[in-house]
Nanobody
């Protein structure tokens, strides 16, 4: 069973930066597809960034709304996923979730929630203007 624990959220002013971390246990992170999602309403969880397993090339993908500002990365020595967020704007305010999955992520789309089997509990990011 994969367990994911997020950290690093907080409150920043517009233009500021934060780095989110997601510590994985129960499986080797480099062998998983992993992603970051954010949620501002009960009905919608938006895919922000994702990274493919290292054996599949480890490519990353981003939502258009964060391209050029956010960077997803993975430290295999720490079994940890990161999301570096720069030039934050109030619209980035949300609860951010880490997710992990296997083959279904590629099949259903790396920024779609359906492919991910495991989820963390989230970390809150608040950006003030």
């Amino acid at each position: 069973q994969v367990q994911l624990v997020e950290s690093g959220g907080g409150s920043v002013q517009s233009g500021g930066s934060l780095r989110l971390s997601c510590a994985a246990s129960g499986y080797t992170a480099r062998a998983l597809a992993m992603g970051w999602f954010r949620q501002t309403s009960p009905d919608e969880r938006e895919g922000v960034a994702a990274i493919y397993p290292d054996p599949d090339g480890g490519a990353s993908v981003y939502a258009d709304s964060v391209k050029g500002r956010f960077t997803i990365s993975r430290d295999n020595t720490k079994n940890t996923l990161y999301l570096e967020m720069n030039d934050l704007v109030p619209e980035d305010t949300a609860m951010y979730y880490c997710a992990a999955g296997m083959d279904s992520v590629s099949r259903l789309g790396p920024l779609q929630t359906g492919g991910y089997a495991w989820w963390g509990r989230g970390t809150q990011v608040t950006v003030s203007s």
